[in-house]
């Protein structure tokens, strides 16, 4: 169901990859709500992924860009203008990626030039986004931009390794910028903490099926999945949100809220009782 959140509002949605890509519904959401749209992810991941055809349903340019690259971001701002026609009123960050997860190297071994790799993936190109888009002065005043975290940032999760310390880059960044463009554009910065959600790139962090599981018993509403997730942005991207900024703001079931619940008390009994019984 449409509710006009987002007619004649222009949006940059970086990161969509595939159709379980949180982005992916984002940038399907936004359309659907009104807004027009350009689609942004690496040369490499447009020329391997399924980007193409969301590009063709949502009648959204693609352009191909290096996240971590100023130059590829200014680009990305001036083209997307350029289709667009105007200023952009907002902006997805939907990106990550640990080099250390992917080799499973685990957090007391760490390869600190692959350390340097995820904050500059996940985190530091949050800021390069922000930076290009306000020295192009490329946000509509009002706007909104966003970034995906995850509750790793304040607490420890098992395998989620240096992601973890991304995250929390991440959220400072959008604090520290949230302030700046706040105060000289009247321009949004946030932070949505969303449940463990099945997309390609959650799929490489170890024990995640189990990390699902348990989040899910938790939650007293059961974990968010990546329509719902999708819903959230739509809602802080649109005219309805506009003194929220520089808020990390959970979209989690309530899980962070929650020490410990009935459900997972009794799964962790019948793994306590099965071992003491061998």
């Known amino acids: 169901m449409s509710y006009n959140l987002l007619k004649g509002k222009r949006g940059i949605i970086f990161g969509a990859l595939n159709d379980m890509s949180i982005a992916w519904k984002v940038a399907e959401r936004a359309v659907e709500e009104g807004a027009m749209i350009t689609l942004t992810n690496t040369p490499v991941a447009v020329r391997m992924g399924e980007i193409s055809a969301l590009g063709e349903k949502l009648n959204a340019e693609i352009i191909p860009a290096d996240a ?10 001036a083209r997307s203008m350029e289709v667009l ?22 957090y007391e ?3 600190y030039k692959m350390l340097e790799k995820t904050y500059d993936i996940s985190a530091v ?15 509509a005043e009002g706007g909104s931009i966003l970034a995906l975290s995850y509750i790793a940032a304040q607490r420890t999760f098992v395998g989620y390794n240096d992601m973890a310390d991304a995250k929390a880059l991440l959220e400072s960044i959008a604090r520290s910028f949230g302030y700046v463009y706040g105060r000289h554009r009247g321009v949004r910065v946030n932070t949505i903490s969303q449940s463990p959600t099945v997309t390609t790139a959650g799929s490489g962090v170890k024990g995640m099926g189990s990390l699902l599981d348990v989040s899910d018993k938790i939650s007293p509403l059961g974990n968010a999945d990546a329509n719902e997730c999708a819903n ?39 793994g306590l009782e099965a071992e003491e019984n061998k």
Do not use: W
């Not at 971590?68 to 680009?75: A, G, L």
């Not at 009123?89 to 939907?94: A, E, G, P, T, Y």
């Open 68 to 77: 971590t690259s100023v130059e590829d971001i200014e680009q990305v701002f």
């Open 85 to 106: 026609g105007g200023k952009i009123d907002f902006v997805l960050h939907s990106i990550g990626m640990s080099p250390n997860v992917r080799k499973g190297r685990p």
């Open 109 to 111: 071994d760490l390869d």
């Open 125 to 139: 190109s949050f800021h390069k986004v922000m930076q290009v888009a306000y020295k192009m002065d490329a946000m």
């Open 232 to 270: 959230y942005c739509i809602v802080m991207f649109s005219d309805l949100t506009r003194k929220v900024t520089m808020q990390n703001l959970f979209n989690d079931g309530g899980f962070s809220s929650m020490g410990m619940s009935l459900d997972a008390i009794e799964v962790f009994n019948k």
